[in-house]
């Protein structure tokens, strides 16, 4: 199988085999597992995944493993064309989802630690202009 590179905002609900679609403004692209499963597989653009482009022709890496698929396919896309690696082992593909899960977990507890901080100083602020004014009144 041969793939190429569409840009499309959005990426359509049926999409075509072969075809890496490329939402750029939410930063995604989706694409049928090429094993034949029909598994929609979706990237992170660039944040997980980079896609350069010659022509119509799309290379992806790093590789894409499909985790969340029984067919637990890993690959390359370069040069349009698809370079398989050895599929995950189910519980290999468990570990990947943990791991990616876990990260998920961490960046959400960063977020809201981030959010803490700015509440507690919001506090902090509104205590300190209460007593400025208790002051004032006394
Ligand atoms: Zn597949």
């Not at 692209?29 to 799309?58: F, K, N, Q, W, Y």
């Not at 959400?108 to 002051?135: I, K, P, Q, T």
């Amino acid at each position: 199988m041969r793939f190429v590179y569409e840009q499309a905002d959005p990426i359509p609900k049926v999409m075509k085999p072969g075809v890496v679609y490329h939402d750029t403004e939410f930063e995604l692209a989706e694409l049928l597992c090429p094993c034949g499963c029909r598994h929609r597989i979706t990237l992170l653009v660039p944040d997980g995944h980079r896609i350069s482009v010659h022509g119509t022709t799309p290379s992806i890496s790093p590789s894409i493993a499909v985790c969340d698929a029984p067919c637990g396919s890993h690959f390359f896309i370069r040069d349009g064309e698809v370079d398989w690696l050895p599929a995950f082992s189910p519980d290999h593909s468990a570990r990947v989802m943990e791991q990616q899960v876990a990260r998920h977990v961490a960046d959400n507890l960063r977020n809201m630690s981030r959010w803490e901080r700015l509440r507690r100083w919001v506090f902090r602020l509104w205590d300190r202009l209460s007593a400025y004014f208790r002051v004032g009144r006394d």
